[in-house]
């Protein structure tokens, strides 16, 4: 399937009908399309009885059919067309056909299987029949949906509570089921095919898998769309899975469009509607029910009230392809048709998931290039462990699962199933255990890693799991013919897959033969079967070393080395291993082994191992392994000694051969308490956990209060364990057990700290102190969000907060952004806190961020968590919001943020303490981006900012032409200045929280400096004012206007449409560089602002140009009298003055000359933080780089000789006390920069101003991405 945003017709050559599946995509790129309403809905209105279900031929049929809407296209195609033309008519471009049913598993339950085909195709006949005659009588295209619907039998759930693993349908019977019915769809006509209503993601797999084979052996394929259905608002089929996790299940089937129908009202689906969109470059679609059913099983929702949800959709671009289920009619889809025509469709996200791997159990698991190292559990595996063995063969399932708990508790976050065992029949033992881990939440929530030897075996555990597996392994062993077909199996089941180094020749040990291996394979792959990069894992075989034989000593590091250059040739491809291999040599000594382990992945891992089939709850530390054994490990790893081996097993005959981990030394129990806390909660051990919390608190003199442990040791130890998990000498099953010391020390703590709480309160109560209604320092939401199931660290600071008098209000973890926000507002909270663990946490804080924006939160949001960081903050997160976005470094630090956020003068200067830096970062982090990518200019605009028109009315002026102030009181704008630049020309610059005028005078180091410096300025505007020493001139001007691709125009007449010549044209730049994955911001130019003449609506552009003279005359006097510093003085004020000028005269602008917005009351320090409507870009600046528009500005308006202000051979202005600018009043107008842009941006602009491209190069160098020549 071509991707959805390829836009070429020749992708479509191999379909079936290349033109309808080109013009489909075009359209859905145009657009947003309509699907049809309910078909069982518009049945249930003819109130059929029985005999109207069987007709003339099935009058004598051996079962009740009443029900059987799919046998109505034989026995009633009147009314099934009626239904279908009636939808088409209401403006429908899809009409899905009455086939819901049309599979022999379903039609089984009315004896009808043999009438399967039949069905199918005439359903399909029915529908094109109504498609042709809408599409004749209105010119308008319509097309058929093939409906394949879900049958009545699942493969991931039980039809029986006591057999938890029992299936009443089998893989192989759905798909021959499936495919059955689309030959029959496919002959009738259909254009498309859609897997439809899917509760079971497996069953879904099943029928793509039969649609693939299809495509393959027998049709040429059509487009398909793929529709889940999320049960309730938990986000999750029937059979468990995440929408995110149900997108990377069916997305290896490239659908055109894939989305959610049925179960849910469109309010209800909305959050999941949005998830889809994140995770897909699949156009979105979205038809949901008319609402919740009511008590009767109806649904209320009319067409008005369904249309306006979807309305906000459309708006909110989140759209491609919409329309009804459960009861929806021709009325609802009007309405929905009517309500979304002016809107865009969803735009697909410019990168998605670049560089990752992505699997799924019940949940999405995201593999890139920054992930930490991946644990593959090795426990569930009959030829690794003779305990497991012994369970599965003697049929001891229900211990064995607890297993595989086990190993997902530890940390494992991939799970390894192997069944290869010569007594096991190991296709059914595989599909057996595979099928009870379906049942169990706790288990497959992970993906699974399906590993045989044997094909057949691997194909029945892919069988058995919606998810998106890996499969372990395929290799080169038996020729490029079987690794192809077996390769191109395991992508038609939607897997990723572990290639071994093995080729005809036999297994490479060397690097040059591994590396060659995989290379082929990879090339094989990608180029053969189309396999996604990112989906392919290498294992270049890790071998025992220490056997005795020369030859093998190298092993370990031709496994590193291999993996270096895999890595750096191969891109998108993972390194995995089995790392038991590696010191076979050793069995029986465990301690041994593990180190040998520990140091092995420490060096592996750098080299660019991803993952491995490891136990690595068990592993020492890299830094805790003894000074001799890990010399002895790095000696036998990296071959530097000859002796090594020997060296080794002597080590280990003085150590106990064959006995297990020695008993850890008691020693460290003699150390003092701080040091044993830290201790235990490196090494992971609880023993001792409460009983040295008690001994720490009970220090009174050192911890006055419980809170002080939890800031004190125990933040440290937990802080340790964060630097060792960061460099990677500790692996996430280690953290987990950290975590578990951690959590049971705070438990001890928590009661004396409930106490102590009660006892301020009874002390408050007696002192006559304590007010109930303000018990509270503040309300704050704390949550780990979705997809991350770590919360010791947001519980910490929830511990920390409640302490210090903060009600906090802690939902726990995998808390989705709806019920974040919806928290919010029911508690009235002050500040929302999110925590994460996991990389993927990130992406979902930055879309709790855009929710918070889209919903008008006003909360400052706070971030915190392992894999946080203030430079993701700053670029990724704080854009998103305009509120207060602040990382968060640790809990001990919550206290003061949360107590300077609910301090509204200590807000003010944080907030913008905090917004200085995160610009700072932002311009560092981009500066710093040497490949950054561009979008071509025509790629952009396609981007642009999308305003709704044609319900915009704009405010005209109060004039048009040109007002000028040839003596402006300099009064009035006094108390429009911003002292902050004004403190910055005297590098006086406080810090936090005495930042900005006033507070700057209370800082320690600049205070009585800035409040000298201060007072001398007051003195000399005083004595400007008194004595006239300087004055303020100045000219506003309106004009009707409109945009003209990424120009303005203005106009002397204010007629419509906007026709001529234009008195002037505003040139506009737009932005190009490429916006972070998955970010659907729109590529901002100021042109995007005005009306668009082909929209024929009015609207208005403005400008100004105010200066202060004067100030060079002031100066000369004083450099007559050497008195530099009232030279500064004077020339800071007047720069003060003049920018003051334009805040106060924008102020006018907006109350009074244009007057959009007259009610508007702000203060000083609001105008400067622009919390008012419109904006006054100017050029030479941000949102318009280019200098030379200020001639065009001069010329419109004759400022020179209107003012006095003078353009000089570089367009900077003179008087340098002056400020010019544009006019925009639309609400959505903002101010933005337009960054570095490209080279065919930089040619159309010079064609546009007709000027050279080499003149306008010189004007934009710094926004140029490219070297001139």
């Known amino acids: 399937m071509p991707p959805a945003s390829d836009s070429g017709a020749a992708s479509w050559s191999e379909y079936r009908d290349p033109e309808v599946a080109a013009k489909i995509a075009a359209t859905l790129r145009e657009r947003i399309m309509i699907l049809d309403g309910g078909m069982g809905t518009m049945i249930q209105g003819y109130h059929l009885e029985e005999d109207g279900y069987r007709g003339d031929e099935f009058k004598d049929w051996h079962k009740l059919l009443k029900g059987n809407n799919d046998l109505l296209s034989l026995t009633q195609p009147s009314i099934v067309y009626d239904i279908h033309k009636a939808y088409l008519e209401a403006g429908a471009d899809f009409a899905e056909t009455n086939t819901f049913s049309g599979t022999r598993i379903a039609q089984a339950d009315y004896g009808m299987e043999e009438l399967v085909y039949r069905l199918n195709k005439v359903s399909a006949e029915l529908a094109k029949k109504a498609a042709d005659k809408v599409t004749a009588d209105t010119g308008v295209q319509r097309y058929v949906v093939g409906a394949l619907g879900p049958t009545n039998r699942t493969l991931s759930i039980s039809p029986s509570v006591e057999d938890p693993g029992l299936r009443n349908v089998t893989w192989d019977e759905l798909v021959d089921a499936y495919a059955e019915q689309a030959r029959g769809l496919l002959d009738g006509g259909s254009d498309v095919l859609m897997v439809e209503t899917i509760f079971d993601t497996a069953n879904s797999k099943a029928a793509l898998f039969a649609l693939s084979q299809l495509f393959e052996e027998e049709y040429k394929p059509v487009p398909i769309f793929v529709s889940g259905t999320i049960v309730d608002r938990s986000g999750r089929t029937l059979s468990g899975q995440t929408s995110e996790a149900f997108v990377i299940s069916v997305s290896q089937a490239e659908p055109m469009c894939l989305g959610l129908n049925c179960a849910l009202g469109a309010t209800e689906m909305r959050p999941f509607i949005e998830a889809i969109g994140k995770n897909t470059t699949s156009y979105v679609l979205c038809y949901p029910n008319a609402g919740l059913p009511n008590a009767l099983g109806g649904y209320d929702e009319t067409p008005e009230i369904m249309a306006e949800h979807l309305r906000v959709f459309a708006k909110d671009g989140l759209l491609n392809l919409v329309g009804g289920c459960c009861g929806t009619t021709p009325a609802h889809i009007k309405a929905i048709a009517d309500a979304v025509r002016p809107f865009r469709p969803r735009k697909f996200p410019s990168v998605l998931h670049e560089g990752h791997m992505l699997l799924s159990g019940l949940e999405p698991m995201y593999v890139g290039p920054h992930t930490l190292f991946v644990n593959i559990g090795e426990r569930c595996n009959v030829a690794g462990s003779r305990a497991f063995s012994k369970m599965i063969q003697r049929g001891d399932y229900e211990k064995a699962l607890s297993v595989a708990k086990l190993q997902v508790e530890m940390g494992a976050q991939v799970l390894d199933i192997n069944m290869d065992e010569g007594m096991l029949d190991g296709k059914a033992a595989m599909a057996r255990f595979l099928n009870l881990i379906a049942t169990e939440p706790e288990i497959c929530k992970v993906p699974l890693c399906i590993d045989s030897s044997n094909f057949a075996v691997i194909e029945a555990g892919l069988k058995c799991s919606q998810g998106k597996c890996i499969v372990n392994s395929i290799s080169l062993k038996e020729g490029e013919d079987d690794f192809l077909r077996k390769a191109r199996t395991v992508k038609r089941y939607g897997a990723a897959v572990v290639v071994m180094a093995f080729d005809e020749t036999g297994q490479a040990t060397d690097v040059e033969h591994k590396v060659k291996i995989c290379t082929r394979s990879y090339n094989l792959l990608v180029e053969k079967v189309g396999f996604n990069p990112c989906d392919i894992i290498f294992d270049p075989n890790i071998l025992t070393i220490a056997t005795g034989m020369e030859e093998h000593n190298e092993y370990a590091i031709n496994f590193i080395e291999a993996t270096k250059i895999i890595k750096k040739t191969l891109p998108g491809c993972r390194v995995s291993g089995g790392l038991s291999n590696l010191s076979f040599s050793f069995r029986g000594m465990e301690r041994i082994r593990e180190a040998m382990h520990s140091v092995f992945l420490y060096h592996a891992i750098k080299a660019g191992m991803d993952m491995g089939i490891v136990n690595a709850g068990n592993l020492p530390l890299y830094d805790d392994i003894s000074e001799e054994l890990l010399k002895l490990c790095e000696d036998l790893i990296w071959n530097k000694d000859p002796e090594?081996?020997?060296?080794?097993?002597?080590?280990?005959?003085?150590?106990?051969?064959?006995?297990?981990?020695?008993?850890?030394?008691?020693?460290?129990?003699?150390?003092?308490?701080?040091?044993?806390?830290?201790?235990?909660?490196?090494?992971?051990?609880?023993?001792?956990?409460?009983?040295?919390?008690?001994?720490?608190?009970?220090?009174?003199?050192?911890?006055?209060?419980?809170?002080?442990?939890?800031?004190?040791?125990?933040?440290?130890?937990?802080?340790?364990?964060?630097?060792?998990?960061?460099?990677?000498?500790?692996?996430?099953?280690?953290?987990?057990?950290?975590?578990?010391?951690?959590?049971?020390?705070?438990?001890?703590?928590?009661?004396?700290?409930?106490?102590?709480?009660?006892?301020?309160?009874?002390?408050?109560?007696?002192?006559?102190?304590?007010?109930?209604?303000?018990?509270?320092?503040?309300?704050?939401?704390l949550a780990t969000v979705k997809g991350d199931v770590h919360d010791i660290g947001k519980n910490i600071v929830g511990v920390v907060l409640g302490c210090n008098n903060y009600r906090v209000i802690d939902l726990g973890v995998m808390t989705p952004s709806e019920k974040i926000l919806k928290t919010a507002v029911e508690e009235n909270a002050d500040i929302i806190g999110l925590s994460g663990l996991i990389t993927p946490s990130l992406d979902e804080m930055i879309f709790v961020a855009k929710e918070m924006e889209r919903v008008g939160l006003k909360l400052p949001l706070l971030i915190g968590g392992a894999t946080t960081s203030?430079?993701?903050?700053?670029?990724?997160?704080?854009?998103?919001?305009?509120?207060?976005?602040?990382?968060?470094?640790?809990?001990?630090?919550?206290?003061?943020?949360?107590?300077?956020?609910?301090?509204?003068?200590?807000?003010?200067?944080?907030?913008?303490?905090?917004?200085?830096?995160?610009?700072?970062?932002?311009?560092?982090?981009?500066?710093?981006?040497?490949?950054?990518?561009?979008?071509?200019?025509?790629?952009?605009?396609?981007?642009?900012?999308?305003?709704?028109?044609?319900?915009?009315?704009?405010?005209?002026?109060?004039?048009?032409?040109?007002?000028?102030?040839?003596?402006?009181?300099?009064?009035?704008?006094?108390?429009?200045?911003?002292?902050?630049?004004?403190?910055?020309?005297?590098?006086?610059?406080?810090?936090?929280?005495?930042?900005?005028?006033?507070?700057?005078?209370?800082?320690?180091?600049?205070?009585?400096?800035?409040?000298?410096?201060?007072?001398?300025?007051?003195?000399?505007?005083?004595?400007?004012?008194?004595?006239?020493?300087?004055?303020?001139?100045?000219?506003?001007?309106?004009?009707?206007?409109?945009?003209?691709?990424?120009?303005?125009?203005?106009?002397?007449?204010?007629?419509?449409?906007?026709?001529?010549?234009?008195?002037?044209?505003?040139?506009?730049?737009?932005?190009?560089?490429?916006?972070?994955?998955?970010?659907?911001?729109?590529?901002?130019?100021?042109?995007?602002?005005?009306?668009?003449?082909?929209?024929?609506?009015r609207d208005y552009c403005g400008l100004f140009a105010v200066s202060v003279f004067g100030a060079e005359e002031m100066c000369r006097k004083f450099k007559a009298e050497f008195d530099d510093y009232n030279v500064i003085m004077v020339k800071a004020l007047a720069d003060r003055l003049a920018e003051a000028f334009a805040e106060e005269l924008h102020e006018r602008v907006r109350r009074e000359f244009w007057g959009y917005s007259p009610e508007e009351h702000l203060d000083t320090g609001d105008l400067h933080r622009v919390r008012y409507e419109g904006i006054r870009p100017a050029p030479g600046y941000p949102s318009q780089p280019d200098h030379t528009e200020k001639l065009t500005m001069w010329e419109l308006a004759d400022i020179q000789s209107a003012t006095g202000i003078v353009l000089t051979e570089s367009l900077a202005m003179d008087p340098a006390a002056s400020v010019s600018g544009l006019f925009f009043a639309h609400p959505k107008a903002v101010y933005f920069a337009v960054g570095k842009i490209g080279k065919d941006q930089v040619e159309d602009y010079a064609r546009r101003k007709k000027m050279d491209v080499s003149t306008v190069e010189k004007w934009l160098g710094p926004n140029l991405s490219y070297e001139t020549d």
Not at 670 to 687: A, F, P, Q, T, Y
Not at 730 to 735: A, D, R, Y
């Open 644 to 781: 090594a081996t020997e060296k080794m097993l002597a080590y280990a005959q003085v150590h106990g051969k064959g006995a297990k981990k020695e008993q850890e030394s008691e020693e460290w129990r003699s150390r003092s308490v701080e040091e044993r806390l830290e201790h235990s909660l490196v090494k992971g051990i609880d023993k001792y956990a409460v009983e040295d919390t008690e001994e720490a608190r009970s220090n009174s003199e050192r911890y006055p209060r419980p809170l002080n442990v939890i800031e004190g040791p125990l933040m440290k130890g937990m802080s340790i364990v964060g630097d060792l998990f960061g460099a990677g000498k500790m692996f996430l099953p280690q953290v987990i057990k950290s975590a578990r010391v951690m959590k049971k020390a705070v438990a001890h703590l928590i009661p004396f700290m409930e106490e102590e709480k009660a006892s301020m309160k009874e002390q408050m109560m007696a002192e006559g102190t304590w007010d109930e209604n303000a018990k509270y320092a503040g309300t704050i939401v």
């Open 870 to 1097: 203030k430079t993701h903050t700053a670029v990724k997160i704080a854009p998103r919001y305009k509120e207060p976005v602040i990382h968060v470094l640790d809990a001990s630090k919550s206290v003061v943020v949360c107590s300077a956020l609910m301090d509204e003068d200590q807000k003010e200067d944080l907030t913008e303490d905090v917004a200085e830096e995160y610009e700072e970062i932002r311009e560092e982090h981009y500066d710093s981006l040497k490949d950054r990518k561009y979008l071509s200019i025509e790629k952009a605009r396609s981007r642009k900012l999308e305003v709704d028109w044609a319900s915009y009315e704009a405010v005209r002026p109060s004039f048009t032409g040109t007002m000028v102030f040839d003596d402006y009181d300099l009064s009035r704008l006094v108390d429009y200045i911003d002292w902050k630049p004004f403190f910055d020309v005297w590098q006086l610059r406080g810090k936090y929280p005495n930042r900005g005028y006033p507070k700057i005078f209370k800082d320690e180091t600049v205070g009585e400096e800035a409040k000298k410096v201060f007072n001398e300025a007051q003195a000399m505007l005083r004595k400007i004012q008194e004595e006239k020493l300087l004055t303020a001139r100045g000219l506003l001007g309106f004009w009707p206007a409109c945009s003209v691709g990424d120009d303005v125009q203005v106009f002397q007449e204010d007629s419509l449409p906007r026709e001529g010549i234009p008195l002037a044209t505003f040139y506009g730049l737009r932005q190009q560089a490429e916006k972070e994955p998955g970010v659907t911001d729109p590529y901002l130019c100021l042109s995007d602002c005005v009306a668009p003449r082909e929209a024929r609506v």
